[in-house]
């Protein structure tokens, strides 16, 4: 079973403020199959990105993934008040079981 | 656009078995995969097992000698049933479209285990 480790745990930044976060496999994901989520309190996680890269339907154009092998950001390239959240990657090239790792959460500074 | 809705129990007690239903609106269960997911408060995603519409599953092995995953395409449901719960067991439970990524989610309802 792959093993994600998302960094850092917390990130305290401004609205208009750039957020890069970090996912580390325990080995490499096969084909790049990994996503993000975004998940605010009470609700669903909400998919952003597939396949490392891609962006999910109605994903605003902020929001880009990159990476391959065991090392995969997220970026948010200006926060908006709505990005307030806590995002989750998810690796699925090696499962099952497909695995998600712990969360970052990312809290107006 | 697909809408997914979760039912069951909120209450189950230990020992006993948890059995969630999930139903399908707005498209057609045949064609794609479903999923389960669950949340225990406060903490991290677990995937708990998918099935196809034709019936066939995968299960997480840490949960596999417990777990069910059905479906009934004539109602457009798919359910889970999770046996000898203890209090690990209380989570928010999702159910998902997918197998690998998952683009459409239920809102999720909170299952308690308690006597």
Not at chain 1, 75 to 98: H, K, M, W
Not at chain 2, 6 to 18: D, R
Not at chain 2, 67 to 89: E, F, G
Request: glycine share 10%.
């Amino acid at each position: 079973e792959i093993v994600l480790t998302q960094s850092p745990a917390t990130l305290s930044l401004s609205p208009g403020e750039r957020a890069t976060l970090s996912c580390g496999a325990s080995q490499s994901i096969r084909s790049s199959y990994l996503a993000w989520y975004q998940q605010k309190p009470g609700l669903a996680p909400r998919l952003l990105i597939y396949d490392a890269s891609s962006r999910a339907t109605g994903i605003p154009d902020r929001f880009s993934g990159s990476g391959s092998g065991t090392d995969f950001t997220l970026t948010i390239s200006r926060l908006e008040p709505e990005d307030f959240a806590v995002y989750y990657c998810q690796q699925y090239g090696n499962s099952p079981p497909t695995t998600f790792g712990g969360g970052t959460k990312v809290e107006i500074k | 656009q697909v809408q997914l809705q979760e039912s069951g129990p909120g209450l189950v007690k230990p020992s006993e078995t948890l059995s969630l239903t999930c139903t399908v609106s707005g498209g057609s269960i045949s064609g794609s995969y479903w999923s389960w997911i669950r949340q225990p408060p406060g903490k991290g995603l677990e995937w708990i097992g998918y099935i196809y519409y034709s019936g066939n599953t995968a299960y997480n092995p840490s949960l596999k000698s417990r777990v069910t995953i059905s479906v009934d395409t004539s109602k457009n449901q798919y359910s889970l049933r999770l046996s000898s719960v203890t209090a690990a067991d209380t989570a928010v439970y999702y159910c998902a479209r997918g197998g690998w990524s998952f683009d459409f989610w239920g809102r999720g309802t909170l299952v308690t285990v308690s006597s």
